[in-house]
């Protein structure tokens, strides 16, 4: 069964650094999202990213963060100027033309 | 604006019980509704989903929800509870200017006594 792959399973990195978290998406969907948890928290919305532009993204998607679709199967979150607030865990979506989101199994972000 | 409420941060049941996770939503119209579930070092798996129609809904391992319209609410529940459903469960709204955005609730963790 086709599955959403996210790399690496765990990332550390000194505040300040730039960190870019990789998805391979379902072959074939069209929709792309991040999303992430930070620690007894809520899964929250980051972003949402269709025909190569983002079509929709929180408050929590500030000017540090940005998406890409560099080839036809990965999906990246990029995080410039790394806080230690911005630890948690990432997780990517993608969708087909229904209205199901698959998601990967995370990655975990600690900022030291 | 869309939000969902799990009043359950942790429910203990022992295994062959039934078992009920309570959801409740704010959402102005007809909500496309979600449960998720998460195993340990694994992504948020579908277990079922209401967009429209019945309202009681059948969904993989088991799982079954009803929404109910007037409650605001969309119980997940399984008559008899295995071992092997110990995960933590999520329930979610879609909205955004594309309903692709997923609200989450703060999930509940199901622990599955032998």
């Known amino acids: 069964e086709p599955e959403v792959t996210q790399t690496p399973s765990h990332q550390v990195t000194q505040m300040g650094q730039e960190v870019i978290l990789r998805c391979v998406p379902i072959s074939n969907h069209l929709y792309f999202y991040w999303y992430r948890q930070i620690l007894g928290q809520k899964v929250e919305f980051l972003v949402s990213f269709y025909n190569n532009e983002i079509s929709e993204k929180s408050e929590i998607f500030d000017d540090r963060f940005s998406v890409e679709r560099p080839d036809g199967s990965n999906f990246t979150l990029k995080i410039r100027s790394t806080k230690l607030e911005d630890s948690a865990m990432y997780f990517c979506?993608?969708?087909?033309?229904?209205?199901?989101?698959?998601f990967g199994p995370g990655t975990r972000l600690t900022v030291l | 604006a869309q939000s969902v409420t799990q009043p359950d941060i942790h429910i203990t049941v022992s295994e062959g019980a039934s078992l009920e996770l309570r959801c409740n939503y704010s959402?102005?119209?007809?909500?496309?509704l979600f449960w998720y579930v998460q195993s340990p070092g694994q992504g948020l798996q579908l277990l079922l989903k209401y967009f429209s129609g019945d309202t009681l809904v059948q969904g993989i391992k088991g799982f079954e929800a009803e929404f109910k319209r007037s409650q605001s609410s969309f119980n997940l529940r399984k008559p008899s509870v295995h071992w092997s459903d110990a995960a933590e469960y999520f329930c979610a709204v879609a909205g955004g200017s594309t309903l692709g955005r997923l609200y989450f609730g703060r999930g509940t963790q199901l622990t599955v006594w032998p």
């Open positions: 959402y102005g119209a007809t909500p496309y």
């Open positions: 979506a993608s969708r087909d033309r229904g209205d199901t989101q698959y």
